[in-house]
């Protein structure tokens, strides 16, 4: 049953990886079309709740570095935690390390196990 769901999946990632696009290049272009400064770039680290396979990690960290105003900068060497850069991530990036975590890394996941 669950082989049958994967397309589905790989289906729901990339749809959802056009969104996080769509929205993020808007987002990055008003903060870089803005009079005022509304850039809040930060280094931080998001750890890894699902991702384990090296396939997996690597998606997770290519998602990140597709979508624009996100850079992945390293990943650890245990392989748990990724280290991102965001233009926009605010005074704490809760919300990027919640987005990656709750909607890039389940969507990753989900399409690539069976």
């Known amino acids: 049953m669950t082989h049958l769901l994967r397309p ?3 289906l729901l990632l990339a749809v959802g990886f056009g969104r996080d696009l769509w929205v993020s290049s808007i987002q990055v272009a008003g903060a870089v079309l803005s009079p ?3 850039a809040e770039p930060r280094f931080l680290t998001v750890p890894l709740t699902r991702a384990r396979s090296d396939l997996e990690i690597t998606l997770v ?3 990140i570095t ?3 105003g996100t850079l992945t900068v390293d990943v ?3 392989r748990g935690t ?3 850069h965001s233009l926009l991530a605010g005074d704490a990036g809760d919300d990027v390390r919640r ?3 709750e909607n890039i890394e389940r969507r990753v996941t989900r399409a690539t196990r069976a």
Do not use: G, M
């Open 61 to 63: 960290a290519n998602y």
């Open 36 to 38: 005022r400064d509304i």
């Open 99 to 101: 987005d990656v975590q």
């Open 82 to 84: 990724l280290l991102v």
């Open 8 to 10: 589905w999946y790989v």
């Open 66 to 68: 597709l979508t624009p």
């Open 76 to 78: 650890s060497p245990d």
